[in-house]
């Protein structure tokens, strides 16, 4: 990937939270909530971020988006480093870097009209006029489907589905770099989904935008997204191009993933065998050492117990942190059985 194509890059992200103490002499407890995360979204496509819930892949969009302290680590958007940005600087980076909530009933103010909900990020970041305002307000209005004698009503008259395209349009309306959307359809009914899910597609080409996309559906990152990062207890466990992900995954936890609910991808009928995974992930406060996978992993071996695999380059695009990977004939080797 050429630089002048990256957008974004994450570096060595982490946001960890100390607790209360539990007693005057208690040491302070922390939660590893995104622990060394890092990858580069290229401009003008789609980037996944998927795990199980808990695993931090929410905290890292809030992190991005600044509306939470990093606690290491750099993030860089378009050349520019976020890190340590306040006032009028963070202002100019917010118009590059806007949000879609998960819950279409929460994200929005309900005592506002759809028109100045969406107005507002250009009222607060751009030095628009009135007329522009309400012009730009219109078009989005049209672009997410709704109509535009709609705009005068609140959010309590509209379905989910129809909130999520308001929120949709309040992202786009300072015309952003990034988008993140922190899973968008989690919230919705399934035929909804899907329609949400289209619209963001058509979007992406008619607008050129470039999407962060979290989620913990598979079958939905697999549709939107180019490449993605696979996160488990606040680190990416492997990373790659869709296509090379989906076909063949290295790390076990990403084929226990896959082949979970084989039959939201009909490609993997009959050609996968299910990897069951016992147990809950153990808790940020308290990670186990070594690789955080271990505990729950059936080809887990004393290395993995004791030393933290790094995320390393085992080629084709792909990166996997784990100990039991090996290259043999230039081609990566996993425990894990391979799709037929």
């Known amino acids: 990937m050429n630089e002048s194509d990256t957008l974004l890059e994450v570096r060595d992200l982490k946001v960890h939270f100390t607790l209360k103490k539990s007693g005057m002499f208690a040491p302070a407890s922390k ?17 996944g971020i998927v795990g199980e819930s808990g695993c931090g892949k929410s905290t890292t969009a809030l992190a991005l988006a600044q509306l939470i302290a990093a606690t290491g680590g750099d993030i860089i958007l378009n050349g520019t480093s976020l890190a340590g940005l306040s006032g009028k600087d963070l202002k100019e980076v917010r118009k590059g870097l806007q949000m879609i909530f998960q819950d279409p009933y929460s994200s929005l103010d309900p005592r506002q009209r759809v028109e100045d909900i969406i107005a507002k990020p250009m009222r607060q970041l751009t030095r628009m006029t009135k007329t522009e305002i309400a012009n730009r307000v219109d078009e989005l209005i049209a672009k997410v489907g709704l109509r535009t004698e ?10 989910g589905g129809q909130r999520q395209r308001i929120g949709i349009a309040r992202a786009l309306a300072v015309h952003p770099q990034l988008v993140i959307c922190d899973e968008p359809v989690s919230a919705l009914d399934v035929a909804i989904q899907a329609q949400v899910i289209n619209l963001l597609k058509q979007l992406q080409e008619d607008m050129g935008l470039t999407y962060l996309f979290i989620s913990h559906d598979l079958a939905v990152v697999q549709h939107l997204c180019d490449a993605l990062s696979v996160m488990y207890l606040g680190r990416v466990v492997e990373q790659g191009e869709r296509k090379e992900l989906f076909s063949r995954p290295l790390h076990p936890y990403t084929y226990a993933l896959l ?11 009959g050609k996968t065998t299910r990897l069951r995974l016992e147990g809950d ?3 940020p406060l308290n990670p186990p050492p070594g690789c955080h996978f271990h505990t729950r992993c059936p080809y887990a071996q004393d290395i993995c117990r004791t030393e933290s695999p790094p995320l390393r380059d085992v080629g084709q695009g792909q990166h996997v942190a784990c100990h039991l990977v090996t290259i043999v004939d230039g081609q990566p080797v996993s425990p894990v059985p391979a799709f037929a």
């Open 31 to 47: 939660v590893y909530a995104v622990d060394g995360v890092s990858f580069n979204v290229k401009r003008g496509s789609a980037y």
């Open 150 to 159: 709609q705009k005068k009503l609140f959010p309590h008259q509209f379905s």
């Open 259 to 269: 082949t979970a609910d084989p039959v939201k991808d009909p490609t993997l009928r």
């Open 281 to 283: 992930p153990p808790s």
